[in-house]
């Protein structure tokens, strides 16, 4: 097929889903904003980073539960109904959290915007899924982690548009989260059934898989303190509220550009040795965060973009691991385990990484950047010399974020690897 067909066959197949993709660019603009200004207006309101962590920990509880109710929830009353009743809940969360400023008030607010968030995630993507035609599916699916990535990246600028002291952020955010019900509710594409995820249980899995285990759990614990607190340490190190907004968008936009070049080098290289060589360079990075504390805004804003870089890759790169290592059939169940491990670290990480930034200042973020990263490292070299290289059968990295385990239906592996 010539480039043009190519492409004519892709956005034939893309138009389609675009009201499903502008509702999820306007879900995510909402809840990025939502975010980053709880972390600023919690340290407005007086609330410590031991505080916020908790706060923070508990969307990604919140999460882990939805993961299992969102789908029942989508199932007993359709895809419309279902999507209309998560964004009512969220956008009520994003104006009660101005209304409420109160700590036990917020942590119950993020475990519903969680557990919101996986049924809205389960609801676009078991669409996407079931009307993306086989061959097109993966480029489906990169679109998809486009418009997840970009819409979160242009969240932060949002913080631009207010006094996070004020109301009107929050008023922002909830109209977002209303938004994206009219494309979604006017589609005309037929609902799809949610079928039930099954994970491989957990030592299985381990057995099976150990260095993805490892890098779906380690990585956890780094990016759910990185979502939780960045906003809160790039605060108190006195950037500002535009400075805050920089730090956040350079973060994810160097995640989402380093994904494809570490990609290309972790097909040609054995990826359990590569996820523990990245892992090393994030813990580098975050050094680079810790020593441009206080030396202005583009030094900070360069470690963000390099640590961001090398981060946000890590689950990515625990994904595709596990798919080299699990047969077709058991992929969807082996990568809902994975998330499971994934959001146990997310859930750990802001509180543990809070309770340290109370002792002994916003500078323990980046050390727990550090810690665990090196943590990664080693544990990954450890666990890869003792298995056999995997790159005669690798499955080609795909550039992703953290999301529902149906979505890896859309990547559809062409072979079966061996177990092993």
Known sequence: MSAPAHARSTMSQILPLSALLLGVALLLLGNGLLGTLLAVRGGI?????????????????????????????????????AFAFFTAAVACAALLHELLANAWVWGLLRLTTG????????????????????????????????VNLGSLALAQQLLHWGDPAGHVLFTVAALSFCA?????????????????????GLATLYQRAPVACAAGLLSGFAQGAFWGLAPVWADTSQLGHAGVAWF????????????????????????????SVIALIAALC???????????????????????????????LAVARLMDRLEKPEII????????????????????????????????????????????????????????????????????????????????PESTAPTR
């Open 286 to 316: 975050a050094g680079g965060l810790l020593l441009a504390a206080g030396h202005g805004l583009g030094l900070v804003l360069l470690a963000a973009f390099a640590y961001g870089g090398f981060a946000f890759a890590m689950y990515p």
């Open 248 to 275: 956040m968008s350079i973060a994810i936009i160097g995640g989402a550009a380093f994904q494809w070049p570490i990609g290309v080098l972790t097909n040609r290289l054995d990826r359990g040795h590569v996820i």
């Open 115 to 146: 557990m919101a968030m996986v049924g809205l995630y389960t609801t676009i993507e078991s669409w996407l899924n079931s009307h993306a035609a086989p061959a097109q599916r993966s480029r489906i699916f990169a679109t998809y982690m486009a």
């Open 333 to 412: 169940a082996g990568r809902g385990s994975l998330l499971l491990l994934h959001g146990i670290g997310a859930s750990l990480g802001p509180l543990l990484a809070g309770t340290l930034m109370h002792r002994f200042g916003p500078s323990a973020l980046p050390v727990w950047f550090i810690a665990i990263q090196c943590l990664l490292a080693v544990t990954a070299w450890w666990l890869s010399v003792r298995a056999p290289a995997d790159i005669a059968h690798q499955t080609p990295l795909t550039p992703m974020e953290r999301t529902t385990p149906g979505v890896i239906e859309m990547l559809e």
């Open 180 to 200: 994206a019900v009219m494309p979604v509710a006017a589609t005309r594409l037929a609902q799809p059934v949610v079928e039930e995820v099954r994970g491989i």
């Open 45 to 81: 309101e007086g609330f410590d980073s031991q505080t916020l962590g908790a706060i923070g920990a508990m969307y990604f509880v919140g999460f882990l539960a939805g993961t299992y109710l969102g789908p029942r929830m989508i199932r007993r009353v359709g895809h419309v109904r």
